[in-house]
């Protein structure tokens, strides 16, 4: 007892003359609290519960927290007779939504006849024509192949997304570019799908094929699932895998001779000609 004594003997002295406390050697509370200890400044410093608390739950909220995608840092580049094919697998087909979205880059004209991602045969399925066409069968953009659309200039990114909604009674088709609804359909588009391969920088027709478009192409993603309801911001970070992903195209992987698909079904595209891979 004669210790705790001395201690509060010192503190009453302390607060009486408005003094600072100066201690050598142990001081020991025997078990008994010693209360109102500030945030430390110096390395010795002791701390209180509280402050320690507030240390261990922020680093918690750290732990916790949603991971950052890395910068999306490498994209695809394609030039006029070369082009990339996914083979058809059954998750791209009988789908009640969708959406496909992509940045691009484009060197020739939006207004190029020609797909910059879609499933391959024309008439069926769904694609996307920079200037032209924004096609899920059999529900296409209101302008579809008689006027250049404005909605891309060459030399510049864009974000597009273009998707179908089943739920809804009405407005189920949507375009965005650049995160901005720029126009929405509604109509019924019964099944998803033609059983057609996916390309990139592809169509064909009745009598014939192309490849006709240059440029570049980044952080692709279709989905089983309308992903956007409203304008948002295209994110730049590498999209990530989830459950909805049908296929997922980030191009960091520059090693393969296939380009990787990142989603659960690892469903590689072939590369017919030459692509090459530049930094975004």
């Not at 400044?41 to 732990?63: H, P, R």
């Not at 597009?160 to 588009?189: D, M, P």
Request: proline letters at 3%.
């Amino acid at each position: 007892m004669r210790k705790i004594t001395v201690v509060v003997l010192m503190l009453f002295t302390a607060l009486s003359y408005a003094q600072d406390i100066k201690l050598n050697g142990t001081v020991s509370a025997q078990n008994n609290q010693i209360k109102n200890v500030a945030n430390p400044t110096e390395a010795q410093d002791a701390v209180t519960k509280a402050y320690v608390d507030g240390l261990i739950a922020n680093l918690q909220s750290q732990i916790d927290g949603p991971n950052t995608s890395p910068e999306s840092l490498q994209t695809l580049a394609f030039e006029p007779g070369n082009y990339v094919r996914f083979s058809n697998i059954s998750e791209y087909e009988n789908l009640q939504s969708m959406t496909i979205e992509f940045w691009t880059y484009l060197n020739s004209s939006p207004c190029t006849d020609e797909s910059i991602i879609g499933t391959e045969y024309f008439a069926s399925g769904w694609h996307f024509y920079p200037g032209l066409w924004a096609w899920i069968n059999p529900i296409q953009n209101s302008n579809a192949h008689h006027s250049c659309e404005d909605w891309l200039t060459s030399g510049n990114w864009f974000h597009i997304a273009l998707q179908y909604e089943h739920t809804l009674n009405e407005n189920q088709w949507k375009l965005f570019i650049n995160g901005v609804l720029v126009e929405q359909i509604t109509g019924e588009v019964p099944v998803i799908g033609d059983g057609g391969d996916i390309v990139i920088n592809r169509h064909t027709w009745d009598s014939g094929e192309s490849s006709r478009l240059s440029g570049l192409i980044d952080e692709v993603r279709f989905s089983n699932i309308a992903r956007y309801s409203d304008n948002f911001t295209p994110s730049t970070q590498q999209l990530q895998n989830d459950e909805n992903t049908l296929l997922l195209l980030n191009f960091e992987d520059t090693s393969s001779t296939q380009v990787i698909d990142s989603s659960s079904y690892q469903n590689h595209g072939e590369v017919i000609g030459q692509i090459n891979y530049v930094n975004r």
